[in-house]
RNA sequence: GUGAGUGUAGCUCAGCUGGUGGUAGCACCGGGUUGUGGCCCCGGAGGUCACGGGUUCAAGUCCCGUCACUCACCCCA
């Protein structure tokens, strides 16, 4: 048997409802705060990450997808969007053209890493960034939206914990004070944090080692040491997305892995995920777009993991079953040719019509309708065919009446559609 | 990449200190009802006990290796 790559998983039938639901609320909400839809490849060129992320951090150094093109071009398998939508938009232009742009992409993203709850090797992201805006207001509505996602998917125990990461002007100098700190408690620290004072010294912040959140409890924190411009900025984005009734957690820890961060930075985080708990994230990142090519050009976005919050939905409400309105049992060949072209009417006319191919009895094709949670089931035999009426029960209250043949497209529309607005 | 734990039917799992693979549950198929679902009853089908080696008279059970899955670390969505 031929089986799955390591971390790559189907997600079957009765789940991609769920996933469907996500991406349709998704969809309907980025469309509304005026974002529009890109569509990019999956495969670029590896340099474009190397840039963008960041040449010395995990992702680039040890979790990319990475395989030499028959030409001898190095490729990589996309780990994230970003770097894609910014290349698109110094590619076509835009930063001349039209440097505003607000824009979205869902799809798979791949990651080498070894898979555990929460992670997969193929994952998807759905993707937002705001292109060429400077504005507070552009952070605070990417929060407003992030909010009200996940408030009307009904995620109960999403917090939004959000900071600010200065600009290289006030970072700089902060993370040097953040060094000598850390070198005077560095008996305290963490075998992974005696490395990660130098080379990150950030991320020690959020450790979770016990010792090390003790060590770190009296740092500096960034917040103190924003310029003057930065907490304008920061201070801006908070009463703004607070207007809109945004719970936020202001959180001096929050740091992120991706270089080209600078500024607002957010994080969506669960209880239920165990330790793979951010089921979204994102921030500003006003460097990109030169590095990467363009003009200097302001953006934000965020990316929100999809694999995770589908388990959060299931874990929460279950998955949403998909059942057919009308199950035709059909006893006999001139029965299944005429349940055939019923079912297909019905289906042009926007009912969720399903028939029994198979030549089984009229309990098992009953069975089977039951189990499908069809409403109705339409019957049809011999009987049925030389007196042209059918048999239509109603699988919920078991009523069971004769319908012309004729016209039975039409009755039974109109019977689901009445069903359905009862409830 | 590191650590720990698991691997028996499509799924969830019994299987004791080694002694013939479970009338186990769910799901599936058929029958009880010549043409009426869910409940009930009866029956059926389904397995290289993850794979490879070793110990033994004898291995699902013990040992070693491989692979996969799970959780955690690292990192991240």
Redesign the pocket.
Known sequence: MI???????DILPEHTGLWALVEGVARELLENFGFSEIRLPVLEHTELFARGIGAD???VE??MYTFTDRNGDLLTLRP?ATAGVVRSYVEHGFCASAPVQKLYTMGP?F?R?????????Q???INAEVLGVQSPLADAQLLVLVHEFFSRLGVTDAAVHVNSLGCPNCRNPYKEELKSYLAAKSGRL?Q?CLR?KET?PL?VLD???EQCAEAVAGAPSMTDWLCDACRDHFAAVLSAAESQGVALVLDPRL????DYYTRTTF??RTSA??????????GRYDGLVQLLGGPPRPGIGF??????LVEILAAQKGYPQKCPDVYFAC?GDAAKKAGFSLAAGLARAGVAAEMDFDG?????Q??????SG?RF?V??????LAGQKA?V??????E?TEQPMEGLVESLARRVKEEKDNG
């Open positions: 089986r799955l790559i390591r971390g790559f998983r951090t995990d992702i040890k979790e994230e993203m990651r890493e070894r898979p555990q709850r929460g992670r997969y090797r994952f998807y992201q963490c992974n990660r990150n991320r450790c979770k080692s740091v992120r892995g991706l994080e969506v995920l165990g330790a793979q708990n951010a089921v979204a994230g994102g990316a929100v993991g999809v694999d995770r006893l089984a009895g009229l309990k098992g009953m069975k089977r309708a039951g189990k069809a089931v019957i049809l035999g011999e009987d049925e048999q029960r109603n699988l919920k209250t078991k069971q």
